[in-house]
C-alpha cells in the first residue's frame, strides 16, 4: 500500500539492502513496480538445480546503482520507505532489474514493467530459467507463522516419503509446513539436514 508524500529527489551512492530496497543519504528507498526475491530466497534452475536468485539480486541492484543514483518519488509504503524510480548513468535501474531477471514486475502495484518482464520471461534470464515464487507469496508464508527463526531456512518435512527437506524458493517450499510435534524441524544448511538424516525432496 502507498501513502502519499512531498515528490522528493535524492543522489548520491547508496547502500544496497536488497534486490529492491536502497538507502541513499539516510532516506530507504523502495524501487517503485518491481519486486525482487527475498534475501534468502533460491529458486530452481532449468535443469532441476537451485541457486541463491535473492543473494544473486542484491548483487545485481550492487551493480547497476553501486556509482550512484538519482531516486524520484512521491509516495511512500507503510514502512516510510520513499516509492521512487532510481536511474543510474540514464538508465531506469528498476526495468535493468526486471530486464535482466533479477527482479518481477510488481503487477499489483503497477504495470510499468511487465513488457520488460515478459522479454526476460522469454529470453529464459535470470529467475525466469526455472520455477521462482513470486516473493509476495514468501512473504504471506512467513507472516502465517513459517518464517524461519534466524537465518535457518531450509524445511525439514517428514512426509510418506520419509524425511525431506525443502530448500527456500522451491515450488513446495511455500505449501510445506513444519511442525516440530511430529519431528520436524529446521536446517540452516544442506549438510546439516543430509548429516541428520534428511534428503533432498527433489533428489
Given at each position: 500500500m502507498a501513502f502519499p508524500a512531498a515528490a522528493a529527489t535524492v543522489s548520491g551512492i547508496p547502500r544496497i539492502v536488497d534486490g529492491d530496497t536502497?538507502?541513499?543519504?539516510?532516506?530507504?528507498?523502495?524501487l517503485f513496480g518491481i519486486d525482487a526475491p527475498e534475501a534468502r530466497q533460491r529458486c530452481e534452475t532449468g535443469t532441476g538445480g537451485h541457486w541463491a536468485c535473492g543473494a544473486a539480486a542484491t548483487a545485481a541492484l550492487r551493480e547497476l546503482a553501486g556509482q550512484g543514483v538519482r531516486c524520484t518519488g512521491a509516495q511512500e509504503?507503510?514502512?516510510?520507505r520513499l516509492i521512487a524510480v532510481c536511474r543510474a548513468g540514464g538508465r531506469d535501474i528498476n526495468a535493468e532489474m526486471v530486464r535482466?531477471?533479477?527482479?518481477?514486475?510488481?503487477?499489483?502495484?503497477?504495470?510499468?514493467?511487465?513488457?520488460?518482464?515478459?522479454?526476460?520471461?522469454?529470453?529464459?534470464?535470470?529467475?525466469?530459467?526455472?520455477?521462482a515464487e513470486r516473493p509476495a507469496q514468501v512473504r504471506t508464508e512467513a507472516r502465517k507463522g513459517q518464517e524461519a527463526p534466524g537465518r535457518c531456512a531450509i524445511k525439514g518435512?517428514?512426509?510418506?516419503?520419509?524425511?525431506?527437506?525443502?530448500?527456500?524458493?522451491?515450488?513446495?517450499?511455500?505449501?510445506?509446513?513444519?511442525?516440530?510435534?511430529?519431528?520436524?524441524?529446521?536446517?540452516?544448511?544442506?549438510?546439516?539436514?543430509?548429516?541428520?538424516?534428511?534428503?533432498?525432496?527433489?533428489?
Open positions: 536502497l538507502v541513499v543519504q539516510n532516506t530507504r528507498v523502495r509504503d507503510r514502512y516510510g535482466k531477471g533479477a527482479a518481477f514486475a510488481y503487477r499489483k502495484y503497477a504495470r510499468d514493467y511487465v513488457p520488460a518482464e515478459e522479454a526476460a520471461h522469454a529470453a529464459h534470464r535470470g529467475i525466469w530459467q526455472g520455477a518435512n517428514i512426509s510418506a516419503r520419509g524425511k525431506l527437506y525443502h530448500l527456500p524458493g522451491e515450488r513446495s517450499y511455500g505449501a510445506t509446513r513444519i511442525s516440530t510435534a511430529k519431528g520436524e524441524r529446521w536446517f540452516c544448511s544442506e549438510a546439516e539436514a543430509k548429516a541428520a538424516g534428511w534428503r533432498h525432496a527433489g533428489g
